[in-house]
């Protein structure tokens, strides 16, 4: 049983920056397939980033250019660096892990291809 548990939220200005980190613990978080979504108020979760075991990357549209995964190996903890903030994505962001697909197929966005979620760590982008 895999167990995740964000940290780094808080509240900060229109233009800021943020750095999110999930810790994992249960299982080889090297072999993980790993992600980060997010949750408005009144509106689904959406996909932000994922991040495969071979650190292949992809990213929502909308935050290409200015959001950052990453995994420290060492440490079992995945990270999404989040520049330019913008007031509409204040949300609760989730990290998110499943076992890695066979055959080299790639997790996308989409939640239900996730088992394991962290409880959320709030992030407030005032303008």
């Known amino acids: 049983q895999v167990q995740l548990v964000e940290s780094g939220g808080g509240s900060v200005q229109s233009g800021g920056s943020l750095r999110l980190s999930c810790t994992a613990s249960g299982a080889t978080f090297s072999s993980l397939s790993m992600a980060w979504f997010r949750q408005a108020p009144g509106k689904e979760r959406e996909g932000v980033a994922v991040i495969e075991s071979d650190g292949s990357t992809i990213y929502a549209d909308s935050v290409k250019g200015r959001f950052t995964i990453s995994q420290d190996n060492a440490k079992n903890t995945l990270y999404l660096q989040m520049n330019s903030l913008k007031p509409e994505e204040t949300a609760m962001y989730y990290c998110?892990?499943?076992?890695?697909?066979?055959?080299?197929?790639?997790?996308?966005?989409?939640?239900?291809?996730?088992?394991?979620w962290g409880q959320g760590t709030q992030v407030t982008v005032s303008s």
């Open positions: 998110a892990a499943d076992a890695p697909y066979s055959g080299g197929y790639s997790h996308s966005l989409l939640e239900q291809e996730y088992d394991y």
